[in-house]
Nanobody
Framework: QVQLVESGGGLVQAGGSLRLSCAAS????????MGWFRQAPGKEREFVAL????????YYRDSVKGRFTISRDNAKSTVYLQMNSLKPEDTAVYYC???????????????????WGQGIQVTVSS
């Protein structure tokens, strides 16, 4: 069955904004940190952001700090990625993923995440 479903991607001009959503099955969402990764053509998948279950702790890759904001609504089992001041280099397929316990172990590594969405395309034109 489908566990994580991303939405909200699309085409935007540089400097614009998009908000990605990831709806999760409650059974896999509860008590876990949730993250976003992205993969550009010809490149490896890379960590973007992570949020703790409570939402009190967030982590970002340096290149998106100050532009992206991760948040979550536990009542809706949904995690969000607000992306502002988008740049062409943000173009990628974006994936949401569930972070295994403990939260802060290996946050940059894909192997530390055990459920993945199918991905959604974000294209930023110059």
């Amino acid at each position: 069955q489908v566990q994580l479903v991303e939405s909200g991607g699309g085409l935007v001009q540089a400097g614009g904004s998009l908000r990605l959503s990831c709806a999760a099955s409650e059974s896999i969402f509860r008590t876990y940190g949730m993250g976003w990764f992205r993969q550009a053509p010809g490149k490896e998948r890379e960590f973007v952001a992570l949020i703790s279950w409570s939402g009190s702790s967030t982590y970002y890759r340096d290149s998106v700090k100050g532009r992206f904001t991760i948040s979550r609504d536990n009542a809706k089992s949904t995690v969000y990625l607000q992306m502002n001041s988008l740049k062409p280099e943000d173009t990628a397929v974006y994936y949401c993923a569930r972070k295994g316990h403990p939260l802060t172990q290996a946050i940059y590594h894909m192997a530390a995440y055990d459920y993945w969405g199918q991905g959604i395309q974000v294209t930023v034109s110059s």
